[in-house]
């Protein structure tokens, strides 16, 4: 799909791309964009998951750190960014990273995570990173896939809730019900007369 945007508005090369963890489902898509367009950086939190790996999570998370090595060797090809750092993109944005952090987030209670969600998979969604831009007025939120436990147990403790107040926020975990904490739902409205959304088994 932006290819054809690209092509349409006379776009040959982009800035930078940032990715918000080494899951196939995020990253798929630059690794046909990085050779049919020049990308001149790219940003991520640097994380590395150093756990035990199934074949396939090998493959897909190796993947990844197979991509941003072609970054790394490039001069100024590859920034890493945390919890703290603004980003100078253009002058009509205010951005400002706020996860990860430079010593990440880990799970004091592994042992109550589901079998389905091993730590491949959910340490690398809590991981995720986490961009807060403001566009004039408005304030966006993307903080990639971090799960339920790990919004309440890790992000909202990480930084000043007032930090997550935004106009337009891209729900973690695609936006499904039973990825999204209560907690973090009410720490994300701009707007006091704004309410989080009901799930839609509620509708």
């Not at 899951?23 to 020049?38: A, I, N, S």
């Not at 197979?66 to 970054?71: G, Y």
């Not at 566009?135 to 939120?141: D, K, M, Q, R, S």
Request: proline fraction near 10%.
């Amino acid at each position: 799909m932006i290819a054809p945007f690209l092509r349409k508005n006379n776009i040959h090369t982009i800035d930078g791309a940032v990715i918000s963890h080494a899951h196939l489902d995020h990253y798929g898509g630059l690794l046909w964009l990085v050779d049919h367009f020049p990308i001149r950086k790219l940003y991520d939190g640097g994380y590395e998951f150093h756990g035990p790996l199934p074949p396939d999570w090998q493959s897909e998370l190796g993947g990844y750190s197979q991509l941003r090595n072609r970054f790394r060797k490039r001069p100024g090809g590859y920034q890493e960014i945390h919890t703290g750092d603004k980003l100078n993109w253009d002058p009509s944005l205010d951005l400002e990273v706020l996860a990860p952090p430079r010593h990440y987030f880990g799970e004091p209670h592994p042992e109550k995570r589901s079998t389905k969600d091993p730590p491949a998979h959910y340490l690398v969604n809590a991981n995720s990173t986490d961009l807060r831009i403001r566009h004039g007025t408005v304030v966006f939120l993307f903080p990639g896939d971090i799960e339920k436990e790990d919004q309440v147990q890790s992000l909202l403790k990480s930084v000043p809730r007032g930090e997550f107040r935004c106009d337009i926020l891209i729900a973690p975990g695609h936006g499904i019900n039973s990825c999204q904490s209560p907690e973090f739902a009410e720490a994300t409205p701009r707007n006091s007369n704004c309410q989080p959304a009901r799930p839609m088994a509620e509708r």
